[in-house]
């Protein structure tokens, strides 16, 4: 890493590159409007002095190509940069469903990242090179900001809700991770590193800390849950209790006792856990207890995981 003030970030993805491109060319198109005016008006305004002996009959000439030409030129230039910008804004939506689900815990004042296998940090996340990696997050607390300058991408973690931010690093090498948002006394503390590694060198570290995290793999872990927990004894398809069977739900339609419908997804089954009034399923009634000062948000995550994982299970059948 290089000592002293970097003024520029190194540019650690595809879109990273592609968002210094539009600065650069928006700070060049700036320049290229701007020049001109102050150059002409440092002319005019030594030219036309007071004391100076000049024509000044202020002979009527117009041209109106030239004062069309000034107004819709820069009009369409500005329109081809909102169009080119919200293309680049678009593809941040966009994660390719390939990519690599990691969960990531915000919380005073420390960054919780866990592996689709079960291996667990804090602090610094290792990711393949080359690979899409969707990064699937909350906080546990207050609002933070997950913000890597080399990724020239920012997203806000907000507690009891889900949001996610997809990226492709290409290039291996480590880049500084920040919290972007004001979060309390050690915000400014709040940091790690973005640990981006060859392929092969990433199989081999998720290898070596697949013991260090939790037993098995996180879909495993909430498995473990769903039966500790006792969600098993209403919510399996073979319960007694009369509650909505959850295992192979994941994707699928929901008709609530509103009369809505919605599909199930991480934030209905997060919600279902923690607020379950929330969102009622058609045909049961609101005697779902929350479990909202019980679970720990890696739990939460743990759970989600297992039933998308059921689902999958109950498509191969
Ligand atoms: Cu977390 Cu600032």
Known sequence: MSAGIELWPPAASHHAQQVDLLIGSFGAM????????????SWFAIRYRRSREVNRDH???????VEVGWSVIPFILVLGFYVWA?????DLYRPPPDAIPIHVVAKQWMWKFQHPDGAREINNLHVPAGRPVKL???SEDVIHSFYVPALRQKQDLVPGRYTSLWFNADKPGRYPLRCAEFCGADHSAMGGTLIVMPPQDYAVWLGRNRDGGMD????????????DLGCSGCHSAAASVKAPPLEGIFGRPVALADGGTLIADDQYLSDSILLPNKQVAAGYRPIMPTYGNVLAPEQVNALVAYLKSSRAREDSK
């Open 59 to 65: 002979a009527p000439t117009r041209n109106l190509w």
């Open 216 to 227: 098995g793999t996180l879909a495993q872990a909430g498995a473990r849950l769903f039966r």
């Open 136 to 138: 699937i997050m909350t």
């Open 30 to 41: 700036v320049w290229l409007l701007t020049i001109p005016v102050f150059v002409l008006m």
């Open 86 to 90: 919200t293309m680049l804004f678009l």
